[in-house]
């Protein structure tokens, strides 16, 4: 009996401390963890031609992120009443092109953003005056800013999507990435991208 | 000895879970920030007296540049739009005009100038606009007398600070769209387009 009271209390301990653990299960609506999970975000397929053809999607009126034709998706909750975003724009457009321009990584790491409390008009407003490249998605009621745990902007999630069509979140943080190049080297690294090739 | 190993094991259940709920807690918290947490307020504390169609009162106060910016400037020039806001370093303010500051074409567009007013003093005014990375349009302190302009414009709050209103006045100077917001939330930028597209009709 007392071995396996001891015995439970133990897998308790090892299951909260482990990333995707107790606290996580208790509070769901905190952002997204490392080795974890994504809420389940259901995205509305892009009417623009260019961006469905981007994210590689056979659906035609909604998808979930891990349904995105890539290895890796990195996800950015912004907002274009933020200031900080509006730095980071440019920033994520380089990311954006370096990942175009890399025969390696081309087609394999996609982005996306999500405008948290932005209409679509917001959205478009943001997406024109930065010539964004990839597909912004409005979240005007802050739905799925709630469902990220109702993060402060930017904040980026990075999602590395398995054959199998599951998924586990690979980054997730607050702020700005710093330099396009070393970020795209992190997320590859964690990702395990180019492992054995 | 079973009680108190069962004990010692809580206590680290317990400090394991509490470790990790304020870490991630603490990754929706950005780090230096300086915005005050209001909380939720009462949407609405005044009753304003002015309504659409009804003559825009007139005002002359100092900006963040140090010059004067009156409302009649602008008569016969420009559609005016009026943004109070309630407070700097609050959470709703702080991310509604730096949505303008991207928006200067659509005001172009329609000719018309955004005039931002709070209630408080110029050098929390100049601080508060050179962190969001400055703005293209003109702000302006109510600050003193206190709350006169947003007194003028029934806007003032009970507490000192002003709502969260938008005034679109036209070239004439008379008000064409008033909108008294709850305080908690952002109003949507393209109502305020939209209204001003009407003034162009």
Redesign the interface.
Known sequence: M?KT??LI??M??VF??SPV????C??AA??P?EGGRLPEINLPVPDNAEEKKYLGLDQESFFRIPQIKADVVIVEMF?????HC??EAPIVNKLYQAIQNSPALNGKIKIIGIGG?N?P??VK??KD?YKIPFALFPDADFSIHQLV????TPYFIAVKINSDGSHRVIY????GFGDPDDFLELIVKKSGLMEGE | M?IK??RL??F??AA??AV??SS??G?????G?KIYQTGKLKPIDSQSHLKVGDKAPDFTLPSIEGEKVSLRQYHGKKNVVISFVPAAWTPVCT??W??Y???KE?FDKNEAILIGITEDNIPTLFAWTE???GLWFPVLSDFWPHGKVAGSYGVLRSDGTSERAIFIIDKNGTIRYIDVHDINE?P???VL?TELEKLRN
């Not at chain 1, 907002?79 to 200031?83: E, K, T, V």
């Not at chain 2, 990754?27 to 780090?31: K, L, V």
């Open positions: 007392r009271c001891f209390l133990l308790l301990v909260a401390s653990g107790l606290a996580n208790l509070a905190e952002p963890v907002s274009m009443y933020c200031p509006q730095k409390g209409t008009y917001e407003l943001f005056r745990g109702e993060v402060r997730s943080k607050l702020g | 079973a190993r069962a094991m809580l680290l259940l394991v879970i990790q709920w991630a807690g990754a929706a918290e950005p780090s920030s991310g509604q730096p949505g500051n991207i928006a659509m962190e969001m990375g952002r949507r930028l393209e387009i």
